[in-house]
């Protein structure tokens, strides 16, 4: 590696090989940990990636890019060395226009900054991801990520409309289009979106604006039972009803976020919280009326419903903050990002739910059931200590357990996170048959296999060893 | 071509190679004609698609796929020769799921038909092409088609979730989920949609069921000019209005639909015609109100505005036949699908409905701007002699001109109805970077070039000349 070349590229100030900062840059959010990053480099703007991504590219260097690190699966890791390309740096908003009702914005823009500044115009982007504060536009593109407005609002893909993207030998191309239908050429733009780094690196986003409701009310129903609150979430979305927001949290969810932030949640065995916006109050309540409705004959009971900002703001920051909660809810025991994401078809909650339980209870780990149900996500968690090297293949017998009841009720691997490197094995199992065109389209974007080789259908079998773990097991 | 092979495959009565009958499938609803078809094959299952493709790519055949024809591109006119795979027949809706809020039909299913046998179930399939009556669901698939609802709901690419395909080797695979979210893996299914048959063959598609409104309310508003209806239509969009129609109609456009159909439509430079969709009455006056607040700043005026379903299904019916409106509107005269339906940003459809005009005039033929102006699409038709030889002549210079501004306001040269040949001279023109990578990804998908070959960017410069002529043109 000419590591002095890189420096003529982005300048010195904006590369980095020292080994602390390596060792950062190794990780990401999920369980997985490299020391084999050997430059960390940050391009300011567009003709650095170019330069970056041809040096790269003629000398066959794997390239890892990276938003803040925020994934859970492993894509940011760069398991085959070279150069992790750091887009946080490139985070201009390029272009706000309520005129044409898009917005332009370079990669390494945080969700949340976006969507302050969008606010004044009456818009916003739409994807409402639980890492908003820190996560960026680039991140969530690569993951076609989305989140508890998704239900109504859709994900990544959906606010989508156009791209800059460097490809694997430099050059610069733009997909898509400034328009919210497209019907001109290869829907190559959507293609990218979920490309887990794999087929270019982009450097310009077209997203579309979203109008801002006036008006958001939140409401939350208590149920004894999960698989009650599981089958209202599937009669709520089967009744025609349109929430903006419609999460499930389990009984170790809400005495997690209880301990750790006072919240305030009733101590019952689950709860849904749901939202319903739009501009008059009218439309409003009669949304969130249709919805408990459907509570009640799933017995639901103990509704708060509250237009109040502020109350709000506390159960989102609540249920934003799950994960850090359950870190802390048994001493000893760190909460892993295993199994966190899968999708599954909309009458499939309540079973899952309970599938998630107990398969937990069978493998000696903690797994709590929450997210964003209503889209079709169930978020899980793996409560486990992390010293024990039992507990490792606890946790790998309960992600594959997991997996193969999900694939069996018609459910996917990945709802919003992406499949990298810890659902990789269960992801190959369940979708052999598109494993070879998969690699056929890389190859047509990446022919030298540099960007962010060995992950999706190029990673190990075994998610367990096919990196270090980020914590520290006696063996 | 070994057609006694194919009979075999899909039986003697599915199978067409006279004269009379390969005339027919040298067409569709473009400019375009070839009698270059050899055989017209009806598979009426996923297996003989199967069988088919893999004995066309062992033997090299171009395979051109095709719903009912109402494509306005010439995507289904067979330049190569060989098979034209006719896909009508497979028009089972194989699952109507509300509690997982999704079906599952094959790809001649009809649009309409679909949203027949979903009505009772309070959901619909959310495009809503013009030609809804005939268009399929695997058409519509290939072009991303969209249509009137398209401002609120999308084009098909956002209804779309997952889809079997038969690719160009014979394989089957499944592509996308069953799931409103998805992160598992490529966006195989949303690479398949506007692909234009050069991709894959789609033999099952899982599409997205959107909650049919309770109320519906359709509005009228007249303009003594042309820019103010459209400066009206960009200001509605920017204001966060969410109409769920908003129509553009020229006086052409105008004066056609009341001659064919006596219409009754009011005799003026312009009118908009837009809908708004809600549970309550109370949400959909609110939003007719305020677009029509916005139509009265910009000098709207005379409004109509009816919940009536029957005056909603006369103005509906108006706007779906206006094609064969204009075809009555100079005798001698053919209306042609040419540059029928760029897209342009949201600011930019007052200067484009005036851009037409202008480009009419110069060039000696009638154009009308007209269309699905919310969403960014603003169809035209090009009126002309078409026994005139210097009439196709003129036609060429006003369809270049035209998106040649397109181009320059940072538009698209097709919003919902694909390039395939006649608008490939000018997309080639104005995407010159996604030429290579669209070669790659149709090589990774189909690597002897068999599916619908020398379409979109392998297609001929000059669409005048890129096959015969659907009319007779004097010498």
Redesign the interface.
């Known amino acids: 590696m000419d590591i002095e070349k890189l420096k003529k590229i982005v300048g010195e100030d904006n590369l980095r090989d020292d080994v602390a900062e390596l060792y950062i840059y190794g990780s990401d959010a999920s369980v997985h940990q490299t020391d084999k990053a050997q430059v960390v480099v940050k391009p300011q703007n567009t003709k650095h990636v170019q330069e970056v991504m041809k040096y790269a590219n003629e000398n066959m260097i794997p390239v890892t890019a990276r938003g803040i690190g925020s994934g859970t699966s492993g894509h940011a890791v760069p398991i085959d060395g070279g150069i992790v390309l750091d887009l946080k740096d490139m985070d201009k908003i390029i272009e706000i226009?309520?005129?044409?009702?898009?917005c332009k914005v370079e990669p390494g823009v945080v969700n949340d900054e976006l969507n302050r500044q969008l606010q004044p115009y009456?818009?916003f982007f739409a994807p409402t991801p639980a890492s908003g504060k820190v996560c960026t536009i680039g991140g969530m593109i690569a993951?076609?990520?989305?989140g508890i407005r998704?239900?109504k609002y859709?994900?990544t893909?959906?606010s989508l409309l156009g791209m800059k993207v460097v490809?694997a030998n430099g050059?610069?191309?733009?997909?898509g289009?400034?328009?919210?239908?497209?019907?001109?050429?290869?829907?190559?733009a959507?293609?990218m979106?979920?490309?887990e780094g794999m087929?270019g690196i982009v450097v310009e986003a077209t997203l579309k604006l979203t109008?801002?409701p006036k008006l958001r009310c939140l409401a939350i129903s208590k149920f004894n039972k999960l698989e009650e609150a599981g089958k209202t979430i599937?009669d709520v979305?089967?009744s025609?009803?349109?929430p903006s927001m419609l999460e499930l949290m389990d009984d170790i969810a809400i005495q997690s976020v209880n301990k750790a932030f006072n919240l305030g949640l009733p101590d019952v065995e689950a709860v849904i919280i749901f939202e319903a916006d739009?501009?008059?109050e009218?439309?409003v309540d009669?949304?969130i009326e249709r919805i408990i409705k459907i509570c009640e004959k799933n017995n639901g009971f103990g509704f708060e419903m509250s237009y109040d900002a502020k109350r709000r703001a506390e159960i989102y920051e609540g249920r934003k903050k799950l994960f850090s909660a359950l870190s802390r809810y048994r001493e000893g025991y760190v909460c892993a990002d295993l199994a966190d994401?899968m999708?599954?078809?909309?009458?499939q909650m309540a079973a899952t739910a309970h599938a998630i339980h107990e398969i937990a209870k069978k493998n000696n780990v903690i797994m709590t059931a929450y997210g964003?149900c209503g889209?079709?996500?169930i978020h899980t968690k793996i409560l486990l200590n992390p010293s024990k090297k039992e507990q490792w293949d606890d946790a790998r017998k309960a992600v594959e357990e997991l997996y193969d009841f999900v694939d069996s009720v018609?459910?996917?691997?990945?709802?919003?996170?992406?499949?990298a490197l810890s659902?990789a094995p269960s992801?190959k199992k369940s979708?052999m048959?598109?494993i070879?065109?998969?690699r056929?389209?890389k190859?047509?974007?990446d022919p030298n296999n540099i960007l962010n080789p060995h992950k999706?259908?190029d990673a190990p079998d075994d998610w367990v060893t096919a990196t270090e773990l980020r914590y520290r097991v006696k063996e």
């Open positions: 226009s309520p005129e044409n009702i898009i009456g818009f993951n076609n990520a989305s998704s239900v859709g994900a893909r959906d490809l050059d610069l191309v733009e997909f289009s400034n328009t919210r239908v497209d019907a001109a050429g290869f829907q190559l959507r293609l979106v979920g490309s087929l109008p801002l599937s979305m089967s025609g009803a349109t739009g501009m008059i009218a439309t009669g949304e994401d999708a599954v078809p909309n009458s964003h889209s079709g996500v018609g459910g996917i691997t990945s709802g919003e996170h992406g499949i659902k992801w979708r048959d598109i070879p065109i998969t056929e389209v190859k047509a974007f999706l259908m």
